[in-house]
C-alpha cells in the first residue's frame, strides 16, 4: 500500500492555506497513494475544513510527546520527529512536513530503495539529510537504526539527530539509504526561496519551504495572493486551489 504521510497539530500553529496546499498538492500529484494525517488534536480552522472537504485523506490519531524518557520536548519539530519516524517503520511510505509544496511524481524506481532522502547543502558544505521529505519502506532498516538514537533524545538542540546524524548514519552504512540532491527538497534555505523567485520549479518533485525561516511570509498569504502573485511558490500553489 502507498501512502504519504503529514503531521499537524502538535502546536499551537494555525493550520493555514500553504499547509492546505502541501497536503492537497501531495495528493493530486499522486492519486492512487493513500494520505494520512497525523493529529495530535485535529485542526478546526476554515482552511482544513476545505481540505476536509475536498481532498481524499484519512486522519490518525498521533501522541503528542510533550514529554520524552522524563525530559520535556518543548519544539514542536521534535515533537514531529517523534511521530514521523515511528510512523515509517510501522507503515512505511512517503513522509511530508506540513511546509511543502509537490511540483512532481515520486519515481516508482525510487520505491526499491529502503529509505529516500533529501540532502540539506550549502554551496560545498553538506548540513546532512533533512526528514522534511523521505520515503522509507515498512520495516526500514535505516528508521530502526535511527530510531534507536531517537530513545536517547534528550530535548535539547535542533538538527542534530533529525538532519546530521542520518548524514552519519549514511557515511557508516553506505547503500542503505539513498540521498537526493535537488528533487526531494528544492531550494535550500540558504538559496533564494520560491516565495520571491519567478517561474516554476523544474526538474523537482517536492519543494520544501522551510517554515522556520519564512513562517510570517507563510501566514500572511490568502488565496488572493496565491491567484494574483507571480512568485513560483504561487505559479504552483494556484493549481491545488
Aim: net charge neutral; glycine share 6%.
Amino acid at each position: 500500500m502507498k501512502i504519504i504521510h503529514f503531521v499537524t497539530g502538535l502546536g499551537d500553529d494555525e493550520f493555514g492555506i500553504c499547509e492546505r496546499i502541501a497536503i492537497r498538492s501531495a495528493k493530486e500529484f499522486h492519486p492512487e497513494w493513500k494520505v494520512w494525517v497525523w493529529c495530535g488534536k485535529e485542526p478546526d480552522s476554515d482552511q482544513w475544513m476545505t481540505l476536509r472537504d475536498t481532498t481524499d485523506i484519512e486522519v490518525k490519531k498521533a501522541k503528542n510527546h510533550r514529554t520524552w524518557h522524563g525530559n520535556k520536548i518543548p519544539q514542536y519539530a521534535h515533537r514531529a520527529d517523534l511521530v514521523r519516524h515511528p510512523v515509517l517503520y510501522e507503515h512505511g511510505g512517503l513522509y511530508m512536513d506540513t511546509d511543502t509544496i509537490t511540483v512532481g511524481r515520486f519515481p516508482d524506481s525510487w520505491l526499491t530503495h529502503d529509505t529516500v532522502i533529501g540532502r540539506e547543502f550549502c554551496k560545498d558544505h553538506t548540513v546532512g539529510l533533512c526528514n522534511a521529505v523521505m520515503y522509507s519502506k515498512k520495516g526500514s532498516t535505516f528508521q530502526k537504526l535511527w530510531l534507536k538514537e531517537w530513545r536517547k533524545f534528550d530535548g535539547t538542540g535542533w538538527n542534530e539527530l533529525s538532519v546530521q546524524l542520518p548524514w552519519k548514519m549514511h557515511q557508516e552504512n553506505p547503500g542503505l539509504c539513498f540521498p537526493v540532491d535537488w528533487k526531494m527538497l528544492g531550494p535550500i534555505h540558504c538559496e533564494p526561496s520560491p516565495f520571491i523567485t519567478l517561474g516554476p520549479i523544474k526538474d523537482c518533485i517536492v519543494v520544501h519551504l522551510w517554515r522556520t525561516y519564512w513562517r510570517k511570509t507563510m501566514e500572511y498569504i490568502t488565496e488572493d495572493y496565491i491567484l494574483n502573485c507571480n512568485t513560483t511558490y504561487c505559479y504552483h500553489a494556484r493549481q491545488h486551489l
